[in-house]
């Protein structure tokens, strides 16, 4: 069964921490994502790679870097985290035939920033 | 990419079909139907997409009008565990806009004993 792995499911941090997210899939796809998602905003995109240390921003990147060393493996990473950055934040990959192709997410990881 | 309307709720029982209606009136001719859901807690889920033809797979069908402008989407034996929330997209399938899924507020499907 394909799979989408996010390293944590909740995760606590204080105002100020560098929060790290991981995100790793065992598709060999080249595409991956991280998403934020809150309530009344739908799923906004942040970071996306085409490729291993390739990385475009999305529509909500301030804040937020991104890190794809290894081809299964997309790290997101809040330096300074703050409360705003409260939220679920998901991965997802494709393959390289985008156009068509469906996303695979994971299952997310609540953050919240005190 | 195209706005969907989805009616925001919806109840089916328990091994009958769930019929959920989506309305895309502005889609054009490049773009595709995507439909996905997510269970409470847990990260979206892809079901199905078509460009004008009917699909289906193990999931679900895909019924698409012939003017394109509206859609439903078609669980044959609902069960419980397909309580979610149901969204339909709209989006022109190439790299240029990859991953770009807008989510609207969806159809939250309540499958009831």
């Known amino acids: 069964d394909v799979k989408v792995t996010q390293s944590s499911r909740y995760l606590v941090k204080r105002t100020g921490e560098k929060v790290f997210l991981e995100c790793v899939q065992d598709m060999d796809h080249e595409n991956m994502f991280w998403y934020r998602q809150d309530p009344g905003l739908g799923l906004r995109l942040i970071y996306f790679?085409?490729?291993?240390?390739?990385?475009e921003k999305g529509d909500i990147p301030e804040g937020y870097s991104v890190s794809r060393e290894k081809k299964e493996r997309f790290s997101l990473i809040l330096e300074s985290a703050s409360t705003n950055q409260t939220s679920m934040y998901l991965c997802?990959?494709?393959?390289?035939?985008?156009?068509?192709?469906?996303?695979?997410f994971g299952e997310g990881s609540r953050l919240t920033v005190l | 990419d195209a706005k969907t309307t989805q009616p925001p709720s919806m109840d089916c029982a328990e091994g009958r079909a769930a019929n959920l209606p989506c309305n895309h009136s502005?889609?054009?001719?490049?773009?595709?139907v995507y439909w996905y859901r997510q269970i409470h807690s847990q990260g979206p889920q892809y079901i199905i997409h078509g460009l004008k033809n009917n699909e289906t797979n193990e999931m679900a069908s895909l019924i698409i009008t012939e003017d394109r402008k509206s859609s439903t989407l078609i669980l044959p034996h609902a069960t419980l565990r397909d309580t979610a929330v149901y969204y339909c997209?709209?989006?022109?399938?190439?790299?240029?806009?990859?991953?770009?899924?807008?989510f609207g507020q969806g159809t939250t499907l309540q499958v009831k004993p």
């Open positions: 790679s085409y490729d291993v240390k390739m990385k």
């Open positions: 502005t889609i054009s001719g490049n773009e595709y």
């Open positions: 997209i709209v989006r022109v399938a190439s790299s240029s806009n990859t991953g770009k899924l807008i």
């Open positions: 997802a990959s494709t393959s390289g035939s985008m156009g068509t192709g469906e996303l695979f």
